[in-house]
């Protein structure tokens, strides 16, 4: 009697630890979906700065440059929710503009250019490690012992944004 009543006890507190040890690991998945975006969320920023900067050059055309001044202030200023549409104009401002370079040279800085060229890259690999946390977040979430016992506590379902989509 007394041994099965110790196999019970022991067989709960087992259970409890590996409950609570899944509860650990999707708390770190959390923090590291908002790790990453507030990784990308920067380099997105700093992408819009430097929007900014090009189209503040003497050798742009107005046109371009009045296009690409209201893309970067839009994806700046931006709420959460029409985020991505800001990022999506300004990625298809700045492609309008690689082309506009690329088939007639206006002169444009070449140290804005090539910063911009390298954030677009980190900004790629930004963009696929929040997806990839993002999608581990999701899965292990739709776990059924992850639903029944709400490990997930009160947070939100991670979520990724359609800019994310684009190609840059």
């Known amino acids: ?5 110790l ?6 507190l087992i259970f409890a630890w590996y409950l609570s040890f899944l509860a650990s690991r999707l708390d770190r998945l959390h ?3 908002e790790t990453s975006w ?3 969320d920067a380099l997105l920023q ?5 929007a900014l900067e090009i189209s503040h050059s003497q050798n742009l055309d107005p046109a371009s440059s009045l296009l690409l001044t209201a893309a970067a202030y839009q994806a700046r200023e931006a709420n959460i929710v029409d985020r991505s549409e800001a990022e ?7 492609k309008l503009l690689r082309q506009e370079e690329a088939s007639q040279p206006t002169g444009l800085p070449v140290a804005l250019l090539d910063e911009l060229t390298r954030i ?3 900004i790629s690999v930004g963009i696929t490690i929040h997806t990839e946390a993002v999608n581990s977040a999701r899965a292990i979430r739709s776990k059924l012992l992850f639903r029944i016992f709400r490990l997930a506590g009160h947070a939100p379902l991670p979520m990724r944004y359609s800019f994310e989509d684009d190609i840059l």
């Open 31 to 33: 923090h590291r979906v």
């Open 46 to 50: 700093r992408r819009a700065a430097i």
């Open 120 to 122: 677009t890259e980190k």
């Open 1 to 5: 009697m007394i041994k099965s009543i």
């Open 38 to 40: 507030e990784h990308l």
């Open 88 to 94: 999506s104009s300004l990625s298809e401002s700045l």
């Open 7 to 12: 196999l019970l006890i022991s067989t709960v």
